[in-house]
C-alpha cells in the first residue's frame, strides 16, 4: 500500500538554525515519484521539488537540500540557516509510476510538518 | 498570470444548499485534480480528469460531482451541502497523468475554503 509519514508534527527552532523534516514512504512499485510542497500561512501549495526513484542523487537549492535514501525508504528536506519565511507546513508527497489506467498521477500525500521559525 | 486560479476564495453557505467551485489552469496542462484539505491539514485526493476523462474517483459521496468542459477547466458541484464538508479545497494540474518520463508535478491553485453551516 503506499503510504507518506511525516512523523514531526511541529517542529520550532530559532533563526539562523538548520533545521531537518523527515519523511518516510511505502510503496510497492519500483519507480516513483516524491515530492516536497510548501505551505505558507497564506494558504497556497507551492512545489519545492520532484525526485524519481532511479536518481538518488541528493539535491541542494540555496538554502534547501533533499537526501533521498531508497534504501531507508526516506526523502528528508533540510533548511540551512533558517529565516522567519520559512515559517510554514511542509508536505511530503508519493506519486506512482503504475501501468495503463492505473497510472493516474495522483498525489499520496503526508501529514505535514508544521514549521516555525522564530526570530 | 495565474497558472491555476479558482473561484471563489472563499464560500460560506447553509447546510442542503447546492454550491459549485471553479477551476482554471493556463498552463496548457492535460490532466487536473480535486483535493480536499480537512481541518487537519490533511490533503487527500478526490478526482482527476485527463483532457476531459474522468480517471480518478476516489470514495466520495456522490453529492461531489465534478465536470470538465474542456482541459482547462474542472469543476467541482456539491449538492446538499453538510458540516463535515467545511474544508479547504484544492484545484491542480499537471503536464500529464503519466508519472514516468514527463513533468508531473503538480500545480495548485490558491484553494476555496468552503464553511457549511
Known amino acids: 500500500a503506499q503510504k507518506v509519514t511525516q512523523a514531526q508534527t511541529e517542529i520550532s527552532v530559532v533563526e539562523k538554525e538548520d533545521v531537518t523534516l523527515d519523511c518516510v514512504y511505502e510503496?510497492?512499485?519500483?519507480?516513483?515519484?516524491l515530492f516536497w510542497y510548501k505551505q505558507p500561512p497564506s494558504g497556497e501549495l507551492v512545489f519545492l521539488i520532484r525526485r524519481n526513484s532511479f536518481d538518488e542523487q541528493n539535491e541542494i537549492s540555496g538554502r534547501y537540500s533533499w537526501n533521498f535514501q531508497k534504501s531507508t525508504s526516506s526523502f528528508n528536506f533540510t533548511i540551512t540557516a533558517s529565516q522567519v519565511v520559512d515559517s510554514a507546513v511542509y508536505f511530503c508527497a508519493l506519486s506512482e509510476d503504475l501501468t495503463g489506467s492505473s497510472n493516474t498521477g495522483k498525489l499520496i500525500f503526508g501529514q505535514g510538518t508544521t514549521l516555525q521559525v522564530k526570530p | 498570470d495565474t497558472a491555476v486560479s479558482q473561484t471563489p476564495k472563499y464560500l460560506v453557505t447553509q447546510m442542503g444548499n447546492d454550491k459549485s467551485i471553479k477551476c482554471e489552469q493556463n498552463?496548457?496542462?492535460?490532466?487536473m485534480y480535486w483535493y480536499k484539505q480537512d481541518s487537519k491539514k490533511f490533503l487527500k485526493i478526490m478526482f482527476s480528469?485527463?483532457?476531459?476523462?474522468?480517471?480518478i474517483n476516489e470514495t466520495v459521496p456522490n453529492r461531489f460531482s465534478p465536470k470538465s468542459p474542456d482541459k482547462a477547466h474542472l469543476n467541482l458541484h456539491i449538492n446538499s451541502l453538510e458540516l463535515g464538508d467545511s474544508a479547504v479545497y484544492f484545484c491542480?494540474?499537471?503536464?500529464?497523468?503519466?508519472?514516468?518520463?514527463?513533468?508531473?508535478?503538480?500545480?495548485f491553485g490558491p484553494g476555496t475554503r468552503l464553511t457549511v453551516l
Open positions: 491542480a494540474s499537471s503536464q500529464s497523468r503519466l508519472a514516468g518520463g514527463l513533468r508531473n508535478e503538480q500545480f
Open positions: 480528469y485527463n483532457n476531459k476523462e474522468l480517471i
Open positions: 510503496t510497492r512499485d519500483t519507480t516513483y515519484y
Open positions: 498552463l496548457g496542462h492535460d490532466t
